[in-house]
């Protein structure tokens, strides 16, 4: 999740979890474990992540530390908060992702279009990392999950990511939301630029990124970033190299 206000500096579970991340001006780091979607303005959500129990394949791998958590990018970042973590991701997908970007509603026409055109631009800045990501503007197409558009998220949120992962399917994602008023001006459109950056957020919780803890990357929790950085592709280069469902412990 990511928000719009001021910057500010797992095991397997027995039951579905659902991941909601958000986004916005700036990302905060908000607890997992929810079950209502989070975007903010002054922070990003962490992902909401429904888990089930139960695999037909056995107990996931684990690996250590030491041994997995270099040059991985971020993937190792909840270790600092965490003594452990698991890798949730696509699996066995091929072909071309389809998200489907509608037209906000109740937005004047030239701020929809401005809207919808940055939420593309966001989603698409992972074309290719690792699958080839088709913006569909006219749904006509069958997406593989869609965005949609609310006025307001909650205090400052301004975009969240609603996953569920199960042991024996990988990772599904339910949705990306994303806000057309900007929480930190009173009746005012969410700018192109925070939109991009949040959609951009957003979907790589939905190919199954957590935080980064570095300002300069796009997964920071907070929309501290430019543009995607060399670890944002370093860690989803390691993340869909490695078997889902890892688990790495310190």
Known sequence: MITLSRPSPLGLLAFVLVTGGVIGMT????AEVSVEPCVSADGACDQYLLATAGSATGAPPEVLAEDFCRNVGYLCAPLELNAETQLRRWRDFEGTLVVHVPLPEGVDPSSARRM????SQGIRAWHDQPFPILTDLRGDRD???SVSWTASLGGRQIGVARTRWAPFKGLEVLGIELVTQD????GQPVEPRQLRLTAAHEMGHALG???SDTRRDVMYPENTANSMSAQDYRSIEVLYRTEDGTIIRR
């Not at 929480?183 to 009173?186: A, W």
Request: net charge positive; proline share 11%.
């Open 27 to 30: 990302r905060d780091r908000s």
């Open 116 to 119: 919808q055109l940055a939420a």
């Open 143 to 145: 997406p593989h999950f």
């Open 183 to 186: 929480p930190t001006r009173f």
């Open 209 to 211: 990124l957590q935080h």
